[in-house]
């Protein structure tokens, strides 16, 4: 196109020019003035015909990327630069090679931006140096807790409930994740805040992690990362059912975030390990200075599906994906640590694990048993195995557990040499309407030597566009004498009774 415009203005130049040519000569004694001010008039006539043509080459490609876009293509000459982009970021050739020194050389960097790619999000760069890929996940959420004003302990205390009728956009999280120099060099660096938490220490936090993939069975990684120890923590969030928040059981007995360093891998077809050694069992809102120096925190996880060799995004819960073949996960999860009293987070600080008895007191509480005895170490140990299929929009998934603790460290008296307490959640979902309306259904429950505490839910999600990145949630939780709870899930210590969400969630 820029070819024939150029060609186009040269014949037109030449042919203004070769008519006004015997003017000039027949002119009598032409003066030079005149004949500079005829060239000039011509140079500018010719500038506004390349003016003009630009304007019409311009309008010819805008009305091309509308036709493109309305029959749900890319315009060519973009469909053809990303081609080759992502060719030459996977596969290089010698011509891309040779190109690249060229390019070094001269200091270029040219690449794409500004693409969306589902299950990743949007690639702000994607050049041969690396790529930098921009995700976010939010979500507004009104909550009405309906519970007792006071719940009492096993040993007699009373505490208030303060419940919650408010509005919060409840968390934000930012990340930037790609490669850098080579394709195998992963970073990921992120901002998550927690807006219920303001005021508190850890209300946002910055944090990331980096590695680099030698196989398809050896990766290694370091810095902050989710403790294996069940399946939630495993990175399948968000792709939960309970936006954004655990059934009790699971949140009783699971890890949480640390620093720390990891391997993954897949080992065969749908045979997947990750294997992770951490400070301790939730770091978010602990400085270095409170950790114990032990580093004595382990934590494997080993998963399975042996009948279509995936699970969809994240290996997550629920089937919006709606499986054709029926589609199988069966995982186990290990767990150790050795605890310390002053490397505990907040009550208050958003993901925290808390080592707590079935009634909801924390061991590290002063004098928890009421016994003149105060504990200062302990260690967790702690398995957790799943299974769950999808099928046609079907779902349905179980995880149990079992912990113990021992060995305890303690100042004074307490009546308990170890213990033990198991438990297990249930949840299913079925794809109502496909891609638009989904149902859901979760029960958990703990049993400990001080009370079986329970919940249940009942949800429904809706995908206005068709798509998982924007969807609304609408959920009504039960809990029986619940063990756990901080603001940003939407249940506290002691609850007793309903609390309703009502969430807009977007997820890309």
């Not at 807790?145 to 934000?172: C, M, P």
């Not at 930037?176 to 946002?204: C, E, H, I, M």
């Not at 590290?364 to 016994?371: A, I, L, N, Q, R």
């Not at 609304?472 to 039960?478: H, I, P, S, W």
Request: contains cysteine; charged residues 25%; hydrophobic residues 35%.
């Amino acid at each position: 196109m820029l070819k024939t415009r150029a060609t186009f203005a040269l014949v037109l130049s030449c042919g203004l020019l070769f008519c006004t040519l015997p003017a000039i000569a027949q002119a009598p004694s032409p003066d030079q003035t005149e004949i500079l001010e005829r060239l000039r008039r011509l140079e500018e006539r010719q500038e506004e015909f390349e003016r003009l043509l630009e304007e019409r080459d311009s309008r010819i490609r805008e009305l091309e990327a509308e036709l493109a876009r309305g029959r749900g293509e890319e315009p060519e000459s973009e469909a053809v630069e990303t081609e080759s982009l992502a060719t030459a970021a996977v596969t290089p050739s010698e011509e891309d090679e040779t190109v690249a020194e060229s390019d070094e050389a001269d200091g270029d960097d040219t690449g794409s931006l500004g693409r969306y790619e589902p299950g990743k999000g949007f690639v702000l760069a994607s050049t041969k140096h690396g790529e930098v890929i921009w995700s976010l996940f939010t979500y507004a959420r009104y909550l009405n807790q309906n519970f007792e004003d006071t719940y009492t302990d096993s040993f007699g205390r009373t505490f208030l409930i303060d419940e919650r009728n408010d509005v919060q956009l409840n968390k934000v999280n930012i990340s930037f994740k790609g490669w850098l120099f080579d394709p195998k060099f992963r970073f990921l660096v992120y901002s998550w805040s927690a807006n219920t938490s303001q005021g508190d220490p850890a209300q946002v936090v910055l944090a990331g992690n980096m590695g680099y993939q030698f196989s398809e069975k050896f990766n290694l990684y370091a810095g902050i990362g989710g403790l294996p120890s069940t399946r939630s923590v495993n990175y399948t969030f968000p792709n939960w059912l309970k936006n954004d928040h655990r059934s009790i059981a699971d949140e009783y007995f699971r890890g949480s975030y640390t620093s720390g360093i990891w391997v993954n891998g897949t080992l065969a077809r749908g045979l997947k390990y990750r294997s992770m050694l951490g400070n301790n069992l939730s770091q978010l809102g602990v400085n270095a200075a409170q950790l114990d120096g032990s580093f004595n925190t382990w934590s494997s996880a080993l998963w399975w599906m042996p009948t279509t060799g995936e699970y969809g995004p994240g290996e997550g819960l629920g089937d919006f994906e709606f499986h054709e073949d029926f589609a199988t996960l069966f995982g186990i999860h290990y767990t150790q640590s050795t605890e310390d009293r002053q490397s505990q987070p907040g009550t208050e600080d958003f993901e925290n694990s808390q080592i707590r008895l079935s009634d909801g007191t924390r061991i590290f509480s002063p004098d928890p048993w009421m016994t003149g005895g105060n504990v200062f170490k302990v260690d967790y140990k702690m398995v957790a195995i799943n299974g769950g299929f999808k099928y046609r929009g079907w779902s349905l998934e179980a995880e149990a557990y079992f912990r113990k603790l021992d060995d305890f460290r303690v100042i004074g008296t307490i009546p308990v040499d170890e213990i033990t307490d198991h438990g297990f959640q249930v949840q299913g979902s079925f794809m109502v309407l496909p891609s638009k309306l989904q149902a859901f259904l979760e029960y958990s429950k703990i049993y400990g030597d001080y009370g079986d505490p329970w919940d249940s839910t009942l949800g429904m999600y809706w995908f206005p566009f068709d798509r998982k990145e924007f969807r609304l949630q609408v959920q009504g939780l039960y809990l029986k004498n619940s063990p756990v709870g901080y603001s940003s899930v939407p249940f506290s210590v002691g609850a007793n009774g309903w609390a309703y969400t009502l969430d807009g969630i977007i997820a890309f």
